[in-house]
């Protein structure tokens, strides 16, 4: 059996969700209609002040940016492994070297550890090509004949 | 017997396979060829011990008389007599006697196939040596021309018989060709640069079969021999026995040797000191190979392989292990 009173509050409710949806519409239109880098021609205080969505867009920009730096190392990271594989560990370095290069210009915490890491497995893949080589020995020359048991004394 | 267009021959012979080979054959190499083979089959013929009939066996049966037998084993005799003079009687004829009592009296496919085929068995033991082996005097057999004593023992002659056969068939085929291969189961004779130039490449049997080879060797005018207990190998009543009896003991001898090979320039000599340098065992064939100056290698029953200062010249490669 329904009961009326809980009917009249899901009415309400789901009148209210279009007025939600209409406040969020008025605020990203005045969001795009607003340039946030430009200055006021009057030089107004209010001009100097922090807006608080462009600075909430400046974070994220910069999270981005923090984002892009990691990513960008750990690609050069992954080079300079790739690097180290084929060249000798000399080369190898020079990859670690480049990819923590990179990180630098990134300006990111993460890209020089990143760079680190590629430059410690670098190092390591390194060694590891370095290790002697167990070289098989070499097959008997081709025989024209064989001296062997004899069937009979 | 099958003959090839590049005069080579390949038959069977002395219980082994026998190869003959003639590179860039010269004018009469195919009779000389036929000198060869002949050579051979007079051997096989008169010098074994496991036809009845044959010269050897018919002196055998009255070691104490005088007999007249073909040329071919008067010569053999008299090859085997200065072999037990030089050897100071390692090299002795009349272990055969020894070798018949452990029941290697027939030949040794026989005795494989009577024991279905295994490669160690126990055989029926016809005749049992019993007590310490008496002291044996120097073998003094005599020959005058074709007339023979072999001293009161029978002699086995399988010892230097198939170097003799290489020996008289190298002789017939000294100019046949630029070079010759001469094999008789592993006794070789090899003249001139080979196929290739540089020598004949021989290869070494690997006695313990871990390898295919132990050496390989570039060898030119010698002959080679290997005496190996790869194969004949049995047992007698439970006790291990192989073909190559120490005639100071009457035991197997060899100790810890598996084989030995002689590159010597007669192809007999070859077969006399392989025979020879394996019965003074692992502890004492390098001491022994260079005191005579033996082209020698030899292979443990370890695997180990050594060599003689004296062979190593014509190494041209040996095994790893």
């Not at chain 1, 209609?33 to 430009?38: E, I």
């Not at chain 1, 209010?46 to 960008?72: E, M, R, T, Y």
């Not at chain 2, 006697?97 to 126990?122: P, V």
Request: charged content about 20%; cysteine-free; glycine content about 8%.
């Amino acid at each position: 059996m329904a009961d009326p009173t809980k009917a009249a509050r899901r009415v309400a409710a789901l009148t209210l969700i279009p007025t939600s949806v209409a406040v969020f519409g008025a605020g990203l239109a005045w969001a795009n209609g607003h340039d946030p880098s430009a200055s006021s021609s009057s030089g107004s205080s209010s001009a100097q002040s922090p807006d608080p969505q462009l600075a909430a867009a400046q974070a994220k920009v910069d999270d981005a940016q923090a984002k892009l730096a990691k990513l960008q190392a750990e690609v050069d990271g992954r080079s300079a492994d790739a690097a180290s594989q084929s060249d000798s560990s000399a080369s190898a370095s020079g990859a670690a070297t480049s990819a923590s290069a990179s990180a630098s210009a990134a300006a990111t915490t993460a890209a020089a550890k990143a760079a680190t890491q590629a430059k410690a497995t670098a190092v390591a893949k390194a060694t590891v090509v370095a290790a002697p080589v167990v070289v098989a020995a070499p097959a008997p020359p081709q025989v024209q004949t064989v001296t062997k048991a004899s069937k009979k004394p | 017997m099958t003959v090839s267009t590049d005069l080579a021959v390949t038959f069977t012979s002395m219980a082994s396979d026998i190869e003959i080979r003639v590179v860039d054959p010269a004018p009469g190499a195919q009779e000389a060829l036929d000198r060869a083979v002949a050579e051979i089959d007079a051997i096989a013929t008169h010098l074994t011990r496991f036809d009845p009939e044959s010269a050897l066996s018919r002196a055998n049966r009255a070691p104490g008389a005088w007999h007249e037998v073909p040329p071919v084993l008067a010569d053999a005799i008299s090859a085997a007599h200065a072999a037990h003079r030089v050897t100071q009687g390692l090299f002795d004829p009349r272990v055969g006697g020894t070798l018949a009592a452990w029941g290697y009296d027939k030949t040794f496919d026989r005795i494989q196939a009577e024991s279905k085929g295994s490669t160690s068995w126990d055989i029926e033991i016809h005749r049992t040596r019993r007590g310490a082996p008496a002291p044996r005097a120097t073998w003094e057999p005599t020959v005058t021309g074709t007339v023979v004593h072999l001293g009161g023992i029978p002699i086995d002659l399988g010892g230097i018989g198939k170097g003799l056969a290489v020996r008289h068939a190298a002789a017939a085929l000294a100019d046949a060709g630029r070079s010759v291969l001469v094999d008789a189961g592993g006794d070789e004779w090899l003249a001139g640069p080979g196929p290739d130039g540089g020598g004949w490449k021989v290869g070494v049997e690997d006695p313990l079969g871990r390898d295919e080879y132990v050496l390989v060797l570039a060898v030119t005018d010698l002959g080679v021999a290997t005496s190996s207990i790869a194969r004949q190998r049995w047992t007698v009543r439970g006790v291990p026995v192989h073909h190559l009896v120490d005639p100071r003991t009457h035991t197997p001898g060899g100790a810890g040797l598996a084989a030995v090979t002689v590159l010597h320039p007669d192809p007999a000599w070859a077969e006399v000191w392989s025979k020879t340098l394996y019965l003074t065992g692992a502890a004492e064939i390098a001491a022994s190979a260079a005191s005579l100056d033996l082209a020698a290698a030899w292979v443990t029953v370890d695997g180990e392989v050594g060599t003689s200062a004296a062979i190593r010249p014509f190494v041209l490669w040996q095994v790893t292990r």
